[in-house]
């Protein structure tokens, strides 16, 4: 009898330990560091490279193959880039049909010339920009394995974020440049061809090389190592370059836990310095002209500002320098770094310079799987810039105005899809930038409207400190958001980002009960939501009937600025009317008015108002 207990709680603990050890095999991060030297040719364009990974599986999987990004090769005549950009209803103006017409001199591409895994020779294949790898042996859970690799590249005609010869005259704008580990997370491998969308990485310390004609001068990401044998404007104050000997020169840079590493190159490029209290440096680097140069001398004032407001709002910057480098064919952001066009206004070239280091919160460090969740990076970020420019301008009193418009023209267009949407498949161009940026920057400013702004900002902050560096998908900033305002909002999640319903409340009856005042609200759209009444007497004085969905489980609590909530009462999302009574007479009565805050993305605001 002893003998058989003590095999049954052999058994029960065998089977309790597989159950928790599965039940821990959830969330983690792979782990990478980079170490890479290049030498690129100014005459021909084309670069060689070795690359040394270390690559650690932090996952509970053993792993028999792997995959890197080849990105250079989209810019070839029959890609998958090429074929999308032609075929789609409203192609990207910048892309269009011009990869079909690139030269054998204009295309890019980047191959891999040799690989081994622990200096053993593996299977490769390269698939368009994919590059499909058989190990040998397989990498084990919490094991760390080396790749070493030779490789070549020619860097495409400027035409989508990368390249070289822009229109303004930028030599290289080097994005997307080497060969770069795909990631593995939960939900397995992300190895989606490149067809111009957006970007997944994995967060490591890169330490890169870069051998470049000695007349170029170099900004993007990391830090310097080198400054002083380099010059350029990175020097430290006092210091005597050396004149390099022969025709290069070789810059080393290091770049600890970011998920990418973009440079850019000119021999015009003239370099700013701006040193914040902090301890952050701030780099400018701009091809000076009549287009340029005094708007960029301006730009210094603005960039340390926006850095400051960003930090205050949404969590510290984490790195100790950012570059804004004149290059590419827009904005785009990129590891303690971005590329923009700068032949701008004012105005225009800081709302861009914002914008890109805005993504250094939501793209740089939290860094949600873009192609997943595009929305939560590219409209977290237009919602975080928003605010920024009305702080650092003064300006909008309604800083997310565009973003409510956006996505009004998106509703109206017919085009719209679930933001649940894979960033590569939508339909249309205009329903993913819809979608991505106006949409998803509502779904920030509208949840100040249902948690109330104080919990939603006091949220954003702690969605930072708990999920920086962590990948965080759409169900953990809710969850945050829940903890920060006890409520419910799973059905925001639902209804706001896997779904296109509607919001449209109407005030559709207001008359005299007795001595009192009965009101009837309708829920027009199919999306329900909390509502706020705001009830303005012909006194001038103004009280408030809130009316939150009894599946929040809980009411947000008083916001300032206010009219006083004289009444609240759950509104059942299966019932279309609501009435409610006031105690007041009919004939005291101004207005009655729905959200007239305008942060609900209600459709059709005719109807939210009856006015006596």
């Known amino acids: 009898m002893a003998n058989y207990r003590l095999r049954s709680w052999l058994g029960l603990f065998f089977l309790m330990a597989i159950h928790f050890g599965y039940a821990q095999n959830g969330r983690f991060q792979q782990a990478v560091s980079y170490q890479m030297e290049v030498a690129m040719d100014v005459a021909t364009n084309r670069y060689q490279g070795t690359q040394v990974l270390s690559y650690t599986n932090n996952s509970p999987d053993t792993l028999n193959r792997v995959f890197y990004h080849l990105y250079y090769n989209a810019f070839q005549p029959g890609s998958m880039m090429d074929v999308r950009s032609r075929t789609i209803s409203d192609p990207d103006q910048r892309v269009k049909d011009r990869i079909s017409k690139l030269t054998p001199e204009e295309i890019g591409y980047l191959h891999t010339t040799r690989l081994t895994m622990n200096g053993k020779p593996v299977r490769y294949k390269e698939v368009g920009t994919i590059l499909e790898v058989e190990l040998a042996t397989p990498i084990l859970p919490t094991s760390t394995v080396q790749f070493e690799m030779a490789f070549e590249g020619q860097v495409p005609l400027q035409v989508r974020r990368s390249g070289r010869d822009s229109e303004e005259g930028v030599r290289y704008s080097m994005s997307q440049w080497y060969p770069k580990m795909a990631n593995y997370d939960e939900q397995g491998w992300h190895a989606n061809p490149y067809v111009g969308r957006e970007f997944y990485g994995i967060w490591g310390d890169f330490d890169v090389k870069i051998t470049i004609d000695k007349t170029y001068t170099i900004g993007g990401t990391g830090y310097l190592q080198n400054p002083n044998q380099i010059g350029h404007g990175y020097e430290e104050e006092g210091v005597q370059v050396p004149k390099p000997k022969g025709k290069t020169l070789t810059w080393h840079f290091v770049a600890p836990q970011v998920h990418d590493f973009m440079w850019a190159a000119d021999n015009k490029y003239k370099h700013d310095k701006v040193q914040m209290a902090n301890g952050i440096t701030v780099h400018h680097f701009y091809i000076p002209g009549e287009k340029t140069t005094e708007n960029w001398e301006k730009l210094k004032e603005f960039t340390p500002k926006a850095i400051d407001y960003l930090s205050k709002n949404f969590g510290q910057?984490?790195?100790k320098q950012f570059s804004v480098v004149q290059g590419g064919d827009g904005g785009?952001?990129?590891?303690?770094?971005?590329?923009?066009?700068?032949?701008?206004?004012?105005?225009?070239?800081?709302?861009?310079?914002?914008?890109?280091?805005?993504?250094?919160?939501?793209?740089?460090?939290?860094?949600?799987?873009?192609?997943?969740?595009?929305?939560?990076?590219?409209?977290?970020?237009?919602?975080?810039?928003?605010?920024?420019?009305?702080?650092?301008?003064?300006?909008?009193?309604?800083?997310h105005r565009g973003s409510y418009g956006g996505y009004y023209r998106l509703v109206k267009s017919g085009l719209e899809e679930p933001m649940s949407t894979h960033a590569d498949h939508y339909q249309t161009n205009s329903a993913y930038g819809s979608a991505a940026y106006s949409k998803g920057a509502v779904f920030l400013a509208q949840l100040g409207y249902v948690i109330g702004e104080e919990a939603r900002d006091r949220g954003m902050l702690r969605y930072w400190d708990t999920w920086k560096f962590k990948h965080p998908n759409v169900n953990d900033l809710v969850r945050v958001m829940e903890k920060e305002s006890g409520l419910e909002l799973d059905w925001y999640k639902e209804y706001f980002v896997n779904s296109t319903k509607t919001i449209d409340y109407a005030v559709k009856e207001v008359k005299a009960a007795d001595e009192a005042t009965s009101i009837t609200l309708e829920r027009v759209g199919a999306m329900p939501m909390p509502v706020d009444v705001v009830i303005t007497y012909k006194d001038g004085t103004q009280e408030m009937v809130y009316l939150p969905l009894e599946m929040m489980r809980g009411e947000k609590k008083a916001e300032k600025n206010a009219p006083e909530a004289i009444l609240s009462e759950d509104w059942p999302w299966t019932n279309p009317t609501k009435t409610i009574s006031l105690k007041r007479a009919f004939d005291t009565?101004?207005?009655?008015?729905?959200?007239?805050?305008?942060?609900?993305?209600?459709?059709?605001?005719?109807?939210?108002?009856?006015?006596?």
């Open 317 to 319: 910057y984490p790195y």
């Open 332 to 399: 785009m952001e990129y590891a303690m770094s971005t590329l923009v066009t700068g032949q701008r206004s004012l105005p225009s070239l800081v709302g861009v310079m914002v914008h890109e280091l805005a993504h250094s919160w939501f793209h740089g460090v939290l860094a949600s799987n873009e192609s997943l969740y595009p929305w939560m990076d590219e409209g977290f970020t237009s919602y975080a810039s928003n605010l920024a420019m009305a702080s650092i301008f003064q300006a909008s009193a309604t800083p």
């Open 589 to 612: 009565i101004k207005s009655v008015e729905i959200d007239p805050t305008k942060r609900m993305a209600d459709i059709q605001v005719e109807n939210n108002k009856v006015e006596f």
